[in-house]
């Protein structure tokens, strides 16, 4: 594709202290994924690490993978990716790390400051954002990632289709990993690692973890009807490693004003130095 991402635009890989300091507006920091355990699965690298349902059900995590090389199912994924592409809910960074190795201009996203550390420290441009946040490049963005399960953040995935649609180029790719079932639900979900939850004394960031917030899980079929309302094309999809995936071209639609703004407040960042980008 021709879209493109003014370097300037683009987060430095700035040193891991001044994750909390990016441009834009602060992640406010009652978000689940910045607080423990999340933080320390990633510090440590493995698990145990779930998400629990409101009912006792666990959803496995798999830290171990998240936090290692991308592999071959990854790459099948990354192989597809079109242009500038921006990583939704980077996690360590493994892909935004390999994209930049193939020689993508990738920017990763999280709301934890462990992730965002873990991800510059692989030399990976990472912001400390989430999806509905102001961010760099709107409307331009080749590809968007929603790997590992992220096709559920915020619990609605029709209102981050649309989102995701603001923030590709004319003609985008959006490619997400969708549930090896045919699910589709909502849920409210909090982060456990076995360990039973928070005391009384326990820290706020523990406490905070403990909080339930909303998830969406989605499997392919579900995904695509849900695209296809939106005016989604489906571009492919395919499985590999138990893994399955969808890629979907953004709809044709008008920019709606909110976008417009958005994209005007990040264009007036900060700018980036050229040197501190992914090569």
């Known amino acids: 594709m021709s879209t493109t991402v003014p370097s300037s635009e683009l987060a430095a890989a700035a040193p891991a202290a001044s994750a909390g300091t990016g441009t834009g507006p602060a992640v406010p920091r009652t978000a689940p994924w910045g607080a423990d355990p999340y933080a320390n699965a990633l510090r440590t690298g493995r698990g145990p690490l779930f998400l629990r349902r ?121 490619i997400a990993e969708t549930a090896p079932v045919d699910v589709d639900e909502r849920v409210r979900v909090r982060l456990d690692d076995g360990r039973g939850g928070p005391g009384p004394g326990a820290a706020p960031a523990a406490r905070e973890a403990a909080e339930p917030f909303p998830w969406a899980r989605i499997g392919t079929p579900a995904l695509l009807r849900h695209a296809g309302a939106g005016g989604w094309r489906t571009a492919d999809q395919w499985g590999a490693e138990g893994r399955t995936f969808v890629s979907l071209r953004r709809p044709v639609r008008e920019r709606s004003a909110r976008t417009s703004s958005q994209s005007a407040e990040s264009a007036n960042s900060a700018p980036v130095i050229s040197s501190q980008l992914p090569k």
Do not use: K, M
Not at 90 to 117: K, M, N
């Open 54 to 174: 409101t009912d006792g059900w666990l959803l496995p995590l798999d830290v171990e993978r998240w936090c290692s090389a991308a592999g071959s199912a990854d790459l099948s994924a990354l192989h597809r990716c079109e242009g500038p592409v921006l990583d939704i809910g980077c996690g360590p960074g493994r892909l935004v790390a390999e994209l930049a190795s193939l020689g993508h201009r990738a920017l990763g996203i999280d709301v934890s400051e462990t992730a965002v550390a873990r991800t510059r420290g692989l030399g990976g441009a990472a912001l400390l954002r989430s999806v509905f946040d102001p961010l760099p490049g709107e409307g331009r963005w080749g590809t968007l990632l929603l790997l590992d399960g992220n096709i559920g953040i915020g619990g609605d995935p029709a209102a981050l289709l649309d989102r995701a649609a603001d923030l590709l180029g004319a003609g985008g790719l959006l």
